[in-house]
């Protein structure tokens, strides 16, 4: 359980989403289509999309381990990026590599709980190191 809180502060966003906006562009990618996960992806997904310019943006919803309300007519859509506040249990990866499999993706997040292995699918702006509960300034304390 996580007793204490660690809030970020928008200036903490912007160093977040530049540091992350530069690890994915030096992946040399040319994205097709930015995907926001609602809820905690959705401002991140917006301010990486300015960063990279890339105006093709949908958002999904993950419920009860599947996905919602997306857009089947992509077909045409072939490097995706999949934005995501926070990397914690790695659930929601897994979902979205389940889905998503058929499809050149890369996945970013602002923060990870903690160092991902040398997935070269995975981009993160930070590593926490730290079991604090995160609280972003769009989310109420």
Do not use: C, G, H, W
């Given at each position: 359980m996580y007793l204490k809180k660690d809030y970020l502060d928008w200036n903490?966003?912007?160093n977040l989403v530049k540091k992350t906006s530069l690890k994915i562009k030096k992946n040399n990618k040319k994205y097709d289509l930015i995907i926001g996960i609602k809820n905690g992806g959705?401002?991140?997904?917006?301010l990486i999309s300015r960063e990279l310019d890339i105006n093709d943006i949908e958002f999904i919803t993950i419920?009860?381990?599947k996905i919602f309300k997306f857009n089947k007519f992509h077909?045409?859509?072939k490097y995706?990026?999949?934005i995501d506040e926070i990397y914690d249990t790695g659930k929601t990866f897994f979902i979205v590599n389940?889905?998503?499999k058929r499809f050149e993706y890369d996945y970013a997040c602002l923060?990870?709980?903690y160092r991902i292995p040398d997935n070269n699918k995975i981009l993160t702006g930070k590593v926490l190191n730290h079991k604090k509960w995160i609280v972003f300034p769009w989310e109420n304390g």
């Open positions: 903490d966003i912007e959705i401002i991140p997904a917006i419920r009860k381990n077909k045409d859509k995706l990026l999949i389940e889905y998503f923060v990870s709980r």
